[in-house]
């Protein structure tokens, strides 16, 4: 059972445009998420989270939305980059759940962004 | 600041091969430890974490162990290796909420 969806195994798009990465999840007891970037052979890097009790997150060129009752969020990129290009992974946790901080991840989308 | 190693970065071995994977963390105390693999074409997979020195949890039923012998230490071994042991393995620690991944060992089993 796949707690946490990437639908979209890839997505491409034109450098100084806006990237959105989606990502949808089952679990009503996750309330904490995460976006990891990761380069071919070296791992996953942090990059933005949101916590359950916002429905928006911003850092420099990349916000996080969190649409609860959907249970969905997405990551979106402004403007996108050729650097951008990565797989990016979305992740989830309950964070009352316990001390193990245990993530669970999608599958992943392929971003390529054309210069 | 906080630093996370993992060697060797690539290993080719046979079938039927023990495997021994090492990650270490530096510049933190009592770390909640992860292995994860990352098969071809899939997402992260949690295969093992441990929340201090000789607590290992696992997360699925294989052909791998893993093991904490100090603090900041975390094996992940195996005594016969199967071709679906193949993958990139990452081993992370975790303080509060985000996870930190080390660099991976991408590991071919032939």
């Known amino acids: 059972d796949q707690q946490v969806k990437q639908n979209s195994p890839s997505l491409s798009v034109q450098e100084g445009r806006i990237s959105i990465l989606n990502c949808d999840y089952t679990n009503s007891m996750f309330d904490y998420f995460l976006w990891y970037k990761k380069y071919p052979a070296e791992g996953p890097t942090f990059l933005i989270s949101?916590?359950?009790?916002?429905d928006k997150n911003e850092d420099g060129r990349f916000t996080v939305f969190l649409n609860k009752s959907a249970k969905h969020l997405s990551l979106h990129i402004v403007p996108s980059q050729p650097g951008d290009s990565a797989v990016y992974f979305c992740?989830?946790?309950?964070?009352?759940?316990?001390?193990?901080?245990?993530?669970?991840f999608g599958t992943g989308t392929l971003l390529a962004v054309q210069p | 600041s906080q630093t996370i190693h993992q060697w060797p970065a690539t290993l080719v071995q046979p079938v039927g091969s023990p495997l021994s994977l090492e990650c270490t963390v530096e510049g933190t105390s009592n770390p909640n430890l992860y292995w994860y693999r990352q098969a071809a074409g899939r997402g992260l997979q949690l295969l093992f974490y441990s929340v201090g020195i000789g607590q290992i949890s696992s997360e699925v039923p294989q052909n791998l162990s893993a093991s904490r012998p100090q603090d900041r230490q975390f094996i992940l071994s195996s005594k016969k290796l199967l071709l679906s042991d193949s993958g990139f393995y990452l081993c992370?620690?975790?303080?509060?909420?985000?996870?930190?991944f080390g660099p991976g060992t991408r590991l071919t089993v032939t």
């Open positions: 949101i916590s359950s009790i916002k």
């Open positions: 992740a989830a946790t309950g964070r009352n759940g316990g001390a193990t901080n245990k993530l669970i």
């Open positions: 992370a620690w975790s303080g509060f909420d985000e996870q930190y």
